[in-house]
């Protein structure tokens, strides 16, 4: 029951964001400032050697960032320097993020968001590309799957003023780990994980590998 609730509010929560977004296309939500790109460029340094200079990473294990909204990299730089979600790697630049204010936090995702996400080429094989295209478009009901398209759009740019993360062209590698670690309830940082927590419950390991390698093929 809690789950149905949580959905419905989302749902709502992207039918008036969408609406907001048509009135005014260009005006941030209430109370999210955009950052300053240009200092951001100046403070990542110690990103590049996984996520690249630009934000697109070469590892198929580590996540790109260019063109990723700044309002969830936002969300989740602060996730990571205060311990809410945790991972080994990025465990060697805690220490940095905690000498940053909340501004510079921002900068950083501005300045990721500013740079264009490389294309992805998904895998060529007929019967992961179907599973992949219907679970993506359309979801399954009779699974309690929704269509991710709901919450990040036909071609995967995610939504901005909501701050639901784009998925187009990310790495296979991260995706499918961080999918796993939605359903094993490992990633749980902040309210909107629960979403995610829930509808991953009901994917395979086989539809998580379908959604992987489509979502990386798509781009704007
Ligand atoms: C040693 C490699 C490494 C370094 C250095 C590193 N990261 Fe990461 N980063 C990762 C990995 C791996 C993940 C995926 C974590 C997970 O699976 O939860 C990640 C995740 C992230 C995410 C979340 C992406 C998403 O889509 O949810 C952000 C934002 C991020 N890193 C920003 C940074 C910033 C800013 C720096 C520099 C201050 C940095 N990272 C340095 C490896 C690294
Ligand atoms: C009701 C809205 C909603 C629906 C439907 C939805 N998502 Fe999400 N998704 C979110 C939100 C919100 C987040 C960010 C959660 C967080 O902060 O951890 C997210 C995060 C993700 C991430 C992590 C992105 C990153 O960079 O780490 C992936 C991957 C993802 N969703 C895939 C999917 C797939 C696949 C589907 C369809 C089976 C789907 N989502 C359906 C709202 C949704």
Redesign the pocket.
């Known amino acids: 029951m809690k789950s149905i609730s949580l959905?419905f509010t989302?749902?709502c929560l992207?039918f008036s964001l969408n609406a907001a977004e048509s009135s005014s296309s260009d005006s941030m939500p209430h109370g999210f400032i955009s950052g300053d790109a240009s200092n951001g460029s100046t403070l990542v340094e110690s990103c590049a050697a996984c996520h690249g200079s630009d934000g697109n990473s070469i590892s198929s294990d580590w996540?790109k960032l260019a063109g990723?909204n700044q309002r969830?990299l936002y969300?989740?730089l602060q996730y990571f320097r205060d311990g809410e979600r945790n991972n080994a790697l990025m465990m060697a630049v805690i220490p940095y993020l905690n000498t940053l204010k909340d501004e510079e936090l921002l900068d950083m995702a501005a300045f990721y968001e500013s740079n264009e996400t490389s294309r992805g080429q998904a895998k060529n094989d007929e019967e992961l590309l179907s599973l992949g295209t219907s679970?993506?478009r359309f979801?399954n009901m009779k699974e309690g799957?929704?269509?991710?398209t709901?919450?990040?759009s036909v071609d995967g740019q995610g939504n901005y003023l909501?701050?639901?993360?784009?998925?187009a062209g990310?790495q296979v590698g991260?995706?499918t780990t961080?999918?796993k670690a939605?359903r094993s309830k490992e990633?749980n940082?902040?309210e909107?994980?629960l979403?995610?927590q829930s509808?991953a419950q009901n994917?395979t390991d086989n539809d998580i590998d379908a959604?992987a390698n489509y979502?990386h093929g798509l781009y704007k």
């Open positions: 959905f989302f749902f992207v996540p990723q969830y969300e989740q679970l993506y979801g799957i929704p269509a991710c709901a919450c990040h909501a701050g639901f993360p784009s998925v990310q991260y995706l961080t999918l939605y990633r940082a902040g909107q994980s979403v995610m509808i994917l959604l979502m």
